[in-house]
């Protein structure tokens, strides 16, 4: 029997609630100000400066110290609990990692400490840096979002799309999980350790039958990333791994995210772990190949930090200075719910069950709190966690988004003609009647 024993980089961002300050009692004249927009080039817009929004709460600051101390028994418990071999934990406030601790080693024999230095490999996390690559690329002209994805990759014309009134498929259905494409590609198992090639990923999608048509659906798709990374490739001109080191990492400093484990000191990085008929061992990761987009980059909590620093910095619109990598306006479209996944209403305030929004953004899990009545989902720009696993068919707990979730069974059971599914998040694929064939592993 194979257990998962899962190693965390984990980061979490604090945003205590904004109010705008006060108003000027009379609104000035409007002042014609030239701009450079994403997509539409340089223009003139009519702009009314409003004041910056501010926290309300005086003792914000004092609150947050407060609360800092008492992660480290969360994070303890958490892997006392869940048995887990290392843990690394950051807290990002104002822009800043205003904590970070690492618990456990990084090897189960070996030992070695874990601190925000340490790498680990953040799985599906990849998915938010090549969706970022792929707004970058659209604000430069390289990339129409909103285009035939098959203009830019043709071997996209190979699928096979269920209905002749379907729309062909578009970068953005892929951002946002809604292409219909299925959850994997169908490739045989790497031989020898050798990475999967572009070629075997192309044969792979020949003839593939997409699961419904674009736009209809959503349905978490690994294999939807794996071909952003070549339309990345196709359209940045270059390998999709330098593109997004290029666009995204080098320019936010994160010197300590890679694509090859051997890109680090073996001191710094960890090593996945399994549980073998009751024994816990050590495994080795997979390298860079034609899949990494969707999952194939190690990081640390130090550099996460950098990332979810930049994303909340695109909060609130202002007229500063906007010289990132990537401008503010299209960090908060990236943000925005696209697709609906699940809705689930509180309806008293004392239900078990909290209610809530959750859908697609583009590359990330986007969730909101409800009460008795729906409110607009806050993105998870501003908590961004995940459980690596190494190898990932050997997971005793079923990731199902960019985010990820808590211990569940393995996989689904068929139910008669219907999928019973136990995924933490669930896929499009168990949330009505589909034949049991088609439950996910």
């Avoid at 990084?106 to 490999?121: I, K």
């Avoid at 719910?337 to 509180?346: E, M, P, T, W």
Wanted: aromatic content about 4%; glycine content about 10%; overall charge positive.
């Amino acid at each position: 029997m194979r257990r998962c024993i899962v190693q965390v980089p984990f980061i979490v961002a604090l945003g205590l609630g904004c109010a705008h300050g006060p108003r000027p009692a009379f609104a000035p004249a409007a002042a014609l100000v030239p701009v450079e927009t994403p997509r539409n080039g340089p223009v003139t817009l009519a702009v009314r400066e409003v004041p910056q929004a501010v926290f309300s709460d005086a003792k914000r600051a004092q609150k947050i110290a407060t609360v800092l101390p008492k992660l480290h028994d969360v994070a303890a418990k958490i892997v006392a609990d869940d048995r887990l071999i290392g843990l690394a934990v950051g807290v990002v406030v104002d822009g800043e990692l205003v904590f970070g601790e690492g618990f456990g080693v990084r090897h189960v024999d070996e030992g070695g400490t874990v601190d925000v230095h340490t790498a680990f490999r953040i799985g599906s996390i990849t998915k938010v840096f090549s969706g970022m690559t792929a707004l970058r690329l659209a604000d430069e002209g390289l990339l129409d979002l909103d285009a035939p994805a098959a203009k830019v990759l043709p071997e996209l014309d190979k699928l096979v799309y269920p209905n002749a009134d379907a729309r062909p498929l578009t970068v953005r259905d892929i951002l946002t999980h809604t292409a219909g494409l299925p959850r994997d590609p169908d490739l045989p198992l790497s031989v020898g350790g050798a990475p999967h090639t572009r070629e075997a990923v192309m044969q792979a999608i020949d003839g593939l039958s997409l699961l419904r048509p674009p736009g209809i659906g959503s349905e978490y798709s690994n294999l939807g990333f794996v071909l952003l990374g070549h339309v990345i490739a196709a359209a940045g001109g270059k390998p999709f791994g330098d593109t997004i080191r290029d666009s995204i990492l080098q320019p936010l400093g994160m010197n300590e995210t890679v694509w090859e484990a051997t890109e680090l000191p073996a001191e710094r990085r960890t090593r996945g772990h399994v549980a073998v008929d009751g024994k816990v061992v050590a495994t080795n990761s997979g390298r860079h190949s034609a899949l990494s987009a969707a999952g194939g980059l190690w990081s640390t909590v130090a550099d996460l930090a950098r990332f979810v620093a930049f994303q909340l910095d695109a909060w609130p619109p202002r007229g500063a200075a906007d010289d990132g990598p990537i401008a503010r306006s299209t960090l908060r479209e990236a943000q925005r719910l696209r697709a609906l996944r699940s809705f689930r209403a509180r309806t008293t305030a004392d239900e078990a069950a909290a209610g809530g929004v959750e859908g697609g953004a583009s590359g990330w899990a986007s969730r909101g709190a409800s009460a008795t009545t729906a409110r607009p989902p806050t993105s998870s720009a501003t908590t961004a966690r995940s459980r690596v696993t190494s190898p990932p068919s050997a997971c005793s707990r079923t990731p199902a988004s960019a985010s990820s979730c808590s211990a569940t069974p393995a996989g689904p059971t068929p139910t008669g003609s219907r999928c019973s599914c136990s995924a933490c998040s669930p896929t499009a694929a168990c949330s009505g009647p589909v034949p049991p064939s088609r439950c996910p592993s």
